[in-house]
């Protein structure tokens, strides 16, 4: 069956630098869309980017574009997001999953259990 396992979340401050990790199993993942949301308490669940298959093509939210990237390496099924000059509005539940481009929205279809990204000012 479809796994994903986030990793790499933690406690940092305003500025610093994460890098998340997601290591997937029970589907094509060289051939999938492969995205990142996250879920700030009491919000709903939010996109935040997501890779192409094929030349690497990445799409980001305005909110993170220019701090947050995003790349896989499909030789070992794994998903990263490198975040940088991270703010306290980045604190969210972080989360990968395989994505469906529809009209321009971007919707993930398996969810893991998530990474807490806790960023203080």
């Known amino acids: 069956q479809v796994q994903l396992v986030e990793s790499g979340g933690g406690l940092v401050q305003a500025g610093g630098s994460l890098r998340l990790s997601c290591a997937t199993s029970g589907f094509a993942f060289a051939r999938s869309i492969m995205g990142w949301f996250r879920q700030a308490p009491g919000k709903e669940r939010e996109f935040v980017g997501l890779?192409?298959?094929?030349?690497?093509?990445?799409r980001y939210a305005d909110s993170v574009k220019g701090r947050f990237i995003i790349s896989r390496d499909d030789a070992v099924n794994t998903l990263y997001l490198e975040m940088n000059s991270l703010k306290p509005e980045d604190t969210a539940v972080y989360y990968c999953?395989?994505?469906?481009?529809?009209?321009?929205?971007?919707?993930?279809?398996?969810w893991g259990q998530g990474t807490q990204v806790t960023v203080s000012s």
């Open positions: 890779v192409y298959w094929f030349g690497g093509i990445t």
């Open positions: 999953a395989p994505v469906n481009v529809n009209n321009g929205n971007y919707y993930g279809t398996y």
